[in-house]
Nanobody, 126 residues
Framework: QVRLQESGGGSVQPGGSLRLSCSVSGDAANRKCMGWYRQVEGRRREGVATLGTDGSLAYADPVKGRFTISQDTAKTTLYLQMNDLKTWDSAMYYC????????????????????WGKGTRVTVSS
């Protein structure tokens, strides 16, 4: 079992920054692939960034160069640093985990991620 709890969402103006955090606990084998996903009401949940235990990174094209995923050395907290936020970044952001092996943790579709937090809302508006 894996438990995930997001924090750090909020409201910000376009061009601003936010850092999301996800507290992680539970069986390490079930969280080899960690990631951030987002969802706008009425649309499919989409991958934003993922991080594998081998250090592999993947970013969705709309966030490349603006967002950075990282993890503390103890692997108890997952972060998403979001810079130069755009209005279309507004969404509910979810932390997710799955026992996907190294080499395959490259923005898996949401249905392949097995564990989810409850989400934190990000609103970007002027």
């Amino acid at each position: 079992q894996v438990r995930l709890q997001e924090s750090g969402g909020g409201s910000v103006q376009p061009g601003g920054s936010l850092r999301l955090s996800c507290s992680v606990s539970g069986d390490a084998a079930n969280r080899k692939c960690m990631g951030w996903y987002r969802q706008v009401e009425g649309r499919r949940r989409e991958g934003v960034a993922t991080l594998g235990t081998d250090g592999s990174l993947a970013y969705a094209d709309p966030v490349k160069g603006r967002f950075t995923i990282s993890q503390d050395t103890a692997k108890t907290t997952l972060y998403l640093q979001m810079n130069d936020l755009k209005t279309w970044d507004s969404a509910m952001y979810y932390c997710a985990a799955a026992p996907i092996t190294d080499g395959y943790c490259y923005l898996p579709t949401y249905d392949r991620m097995e564990y989810w937090g409850k989400g934190t809302r990000v609103t970007v508006s002027s």
